[in-house]
């Protein structure tokens, strides 16, 4: 019917890591994330997509209540300075040679945060850096953090495998905020081109620039975050996760329990990104760390849904793929054009209701 | 960890119809569905999901102007018979059936409404019959209505599969409003009965009736219509469907058309099913019909997201399984569970806006 938009592509990559044991020092893991960066870059991707907390081992499985232990997972951060962190000694090394190769990053880290009356709030969160820039567009917190606050009870002889971010961590504060990700589809891929290579006109130019949004894991399981970022447009939405293949409370094998782990998984990230036309980067944490099993299954959607790339292995993994963000187009002005189709008059519940009201008992 | 629910177990079936053409009588079009009611009855059945406008072909597709054959489509009811449906000789036989039967009925069909005022609309309508009250117990009418009101012009000389809903319906007026279906687990497979057959204590009876919510077709691409019901802790989702499987007027042979169409179904409806820990029966009227190409697919989906059953045919067929509605509580009680997790705070862009509103354009 309508013509086909001009393409927009763009290389990105999946940079899915292996464990970060509790024993590995910072300096071992940081360079290993500077391997996959560089082999990204090497390959022409524009944008490398890390895990969640990306830099550690995936404390939350543990009970840590000594503060200095428990300050050495976090980065610290601040009104005076909100995104310290690429300026910290133990990180900046990847900032740094992110910017010299023209690679943005989404980073997942623990965040220490001191407001402006010294109140101090500790987060999951996850920055864009803009290596155009240098510097970070985007910070995003975690709004939904999973597990419990206080350990579970073996109740079944088997051990268990704790998820204690609710401990550890505030839910997010910021929302769900799109933003653009300046100077990143480039020359003759930009919207208007024609791909013809000429210089865009300025008034077009940053109809260029792809709008991005940011989750975190657990998050990739409510359509509520995914719909926020769809309701602005959202064309690829970046998604880091540390994953339990195996809790040893519940029932099933470690291998049975892994399946359905990765099942999960892949209906969260796929029904999302087909429901409001986008792509998705999902980037995986795995294998066994301190003894815990996490799942793979990095993975990159298209914006109907289908996988575009995905990691073989449980070990530290390249998935990178060019994508056309023009792709977005036919979701977003057909089945998922939500100017006509929405009936926000019907959703009140979404917003009314934290939890389950149900129907009233027959008698 | 928690000890296991109680099995409350129910048999259903999604009733898949081949094509009702606009040629067919309403005659030959019933006595296929009371075929497929007896014999999902004989097969235990004590729910018949039908599809979306069963009694008739999915006329939306064809531009029909003259009020007289229009209203040959419709059912009407009113202000002063709500559900006149079950009284219209053209439709009663189903009915008297399944409360025959002891088999209640998931029905979809086009009502021309009359309220008290005496103004008409017209609404694309399902209800939930319950046979062992013989009454209607609730009514749905479809809140997103796909399509367009004007007839598509043909841009590329292959011609138009029109799709007009938005023609010939205004959207559902009732929002998404959970029900109890009563009567539905009897006996031993009631929540609380211990599995022991014996009588259950009053108190504990309503528990069983399962907490049900209706949709139709279009409605299963739209995670807010699933949460709606999901907060009213729905564990069993109804949905009849026409999809068209081919369209001229868009890219991709009849066969990747098809195969495109069925991915988008599935995905809709297992990932509603997940991710509110509910199941769903999803039942087509399929085959090609006047013309146009529908697809089949008719599916369970367990609150896991697994398909429990589906057809193998584009024709009648049943689709019958027997699921236990226990299953539905670990999902709703761990990752789903709503009201530890859910931070509506942030999610005010689900009402507040019907279509995207964009980050601004970098300079």
Not at 7 to 18: D, N, Y
Not at 241 to 263: I, R
Not at 302 to 326: F, Q, R, Y
């Amino acid at each position: 019917m309508a013509t086909k938009p001009s393409p927009r592509l763009l290389t990105v990559a999946a940079a899915q890591m292996g464990p970060n044991q509790l024993a590995d020092s910072r300096e071992s893991i940081l360079g290993r994330m500077l391997k996959l960066l560089t082999d990204a870059a090497s390959q022409g991707a524009k944008l490398v997509v890390f895990p969640e907390l990306a830099l550690t081992t995936f404390f939350p499985r543990h009970q840590i209540d000594d503060p200095v232990k428990k300050a050495e997972f976090f980065e610290p951060e601040s009104h005076a300075n909100p995104h310290a962190i690429i300026d910290s000694p133990r990180v900046r090394p990847l900032f740094d040679k992110a910017k010299e190769l023209g690679t943005d990053l989404y980073l997942g880290y623990a965040e220490r945060w001191t407001d402006e009356h010294g109140k101090v709030t500790d987060y999951n969160t996850t920055i864009y850096y803009s290596a155009s820039g240098g510097k970070v567009v985007a910070k995003y917190r975690k709004v939904h953090l999973p597990g419990t606050k206080e350990p579970i009870d073996d109740q079944t002889g088997r051990g268990v495998e704790q998820q204690l971010e609710k401990r550890y961590f505030t839910p997010g504060n910021l929302g769900f905020q799109a933003f653009r990700a300046p100077n990143l589809v480039t020359g003759a891929a930009k919207a208007g081109s024609g791909g013809t290579g000429e210089p865009l006109a300025k008034e077009v130019e940053g109809k260029g620039d792809p709008i991005v949004g940011m989750i975190i894991c657990n998050d990739r399981r409510w359509s509520e975050a995914w719909r926020c970022y769809g309701l602005q447009g959202a064309e690829l939405i970046l998604d880091g996760y540390n994953t339990t293949s195996y809790a040893p409370q519940y029932d099933g094998t470690p291998e049975e329990q892994e399946a359905e782990a990765l099942f999960h998984h892949r209906i969260s990230c796929q029904s999302g990104s087909y429901t409001n036309a986008c792509f998705s980067v999902n980037t995986a944490k795995c294998g066994i760390e301190d003894g815990g099993g996490l799942i793979a299954g990095t993975v990159i959607y298209d914006p109907n849904g289908h996988v575009v790339a995905e990691s073989k292995t449980k070990e530290d993994e390249l998935v990178v793929a060019t994508i056309d963000l023009a792709l977005c187009r036919k979701g977003k002005e057909r089945v998922f054009a939500f100017e006509k189709h929405r009936r926000v008059e019907h959703y009140g519940r979404l917003l009314e209701q934290v939890g389950v009201q149900e129907p009233p008992l027959l008698h």
